[in-house]
């Protein structure tokens, strides 16, 4: 059984940061691309960032510069690393874990930027 289990969200004021975690389970997490992606109220979801099993790297230009998508082999997780965070970075975030026709979901995990 595939999991994907993301933490670290939570209430950050604007400019903040916080990094996200997904811990996978049930796949070979090495071989697989990992992914970010979010989803606002009443928006559709959208990629944040993705992470090849090369370790390559892909942004939405929304968050470049901003925030870094990592993995850790060992520990079966990826990362995402968010700073100078704004209003608009408001959503659920969704850990993804996809090979050829394989796609896998977390639960996701809430960020909220507000003062």
């Not at 979010?38 to 959208?46: F, I, L, N, V």
């Not at 942004?59 to 968010?82: C, E, H, P, W």
């Not at 704004?86 to 850990?95: L, N, Q, S, W």
Request: hydrophobic residues 30%; glycine residues 10%.
């Amino acid at each position: 059984q595939v999991q994907l289990v993301e933490s670290g969200g939570g209430l950050v004021q604007p400019g903040g940061s916080l990094r996200l975690s997904c811990e996978a389970s049930g796949i070979i997490f090495s071989i697989y691309a990992m992914g970010w992606y979010r989803q606002a109220p009443g928006k559709q979801r959208e990629l944040v960032a993705t992470i090849t099993s090369l370790s390559n790297t892909n942004y939405a230009d929304s968050v470049k510069g901003r925030f870094t998508i990592s993995r850790d082999n060992a520990k079966n997780t990826v990362y995402l690393q968010m700073n100078s965070l704004k209003p608009e970075d408001t959503a659920v975030y969704y850990c993804n874990a996809q090979r050829h026709i394989e796609n896998y979901w977390g639960q996701g995990t809430q960020v909220t930027v507000s003062s």
